[in-house]
């Protein structure tokens, strides 16, 4: 702004000396040209800052939010022999919330099993029912009295995880994605003697 009045000056410094000088009308019509000008331009700027701000401050809260809905493993994690052959047919742990305790819909998130030669999407199911290798479900839950499947910050619930059948010495890896949170992996390995009920590590 300071640069265009400086211009406008000189300008009219050089008409000083010409015969065909602006009239102060004409000066003050192109005086206020150029301040209309340079308003138009703040404020597309601050607009832009606006703008960038706002955009800012969405990912700083999505980041929270999606940083205090996550889950934790706790307490151990117990493989069961499968009845049809030596390996394990499935897997039971615990979870939580972290510390930032938002509730969670745990039916809702995305359970998946892989090991060396295998990867499935397991589906989520209810009810005391007998799982296949692609099933899970909540199968205890703790604090909870209404049995949802929304899991507050004084709860704990149980999963029971059927996996595909997995050998002896065999590294699995079960991933729960929630709707919206962080990714929680266990890293697990089926042990060399498979027993009815094993702690894995």
Do not use: C
């Amino acid at each position: 702004m300071g640069m265009l009045i400086m211009r406008f000056i000189k300008e009219m410094e050089k008409m000083k000396n010409k015969d065909n000088a602006f009239t102060g009308l004409e000066a003050a019509i192109v005086l206020i040209a150029f301040v209309v000008v340079a308003a138009v331009f703040s404020y597309v700027m601050l607009g832009a800052g606006f703008f960038t701000a706002q955009k800012s401050q969405e990912v700083v809260h999505t980041g929270i939010g999606q940083a205090s809905s996550s889950i934790e493993v706790t307490g151990d994690v117990y493989g069961f022999a499968n009845t049809t052959d030596d390996g394990l047919g499935a897997i039971q742990y615990s979870i939580s919330l972290t510390s930032g305790n938002t509730p969670m819909n745990i039916s809702a998130i995305r359970v998946t099993y892989a090991d060396r030669d295998t990867r499935e999407t397991l589906t989520y199911t209810t009810g005391e029912v007998a799982l296949s290798g692609t099933e899970w479900n909540i199968s205890r839950f703790f604090n909870n009295v209404t049995d949802d499947t929304i899991l507050e910050p004084t709860e704990k619930f149980t999963l029971y995880v059927a996996v595909p059948d997995t050998s002896p010495n065999t590294p699995f890896t079960v991933t729960m994605q929630p709707e919206s949170g962080a990714l929680t992996t266990i890293k697990r390995t089926a042990p060399p003697s498979v027993y009815a009920v094993n702690i894995l590590r």
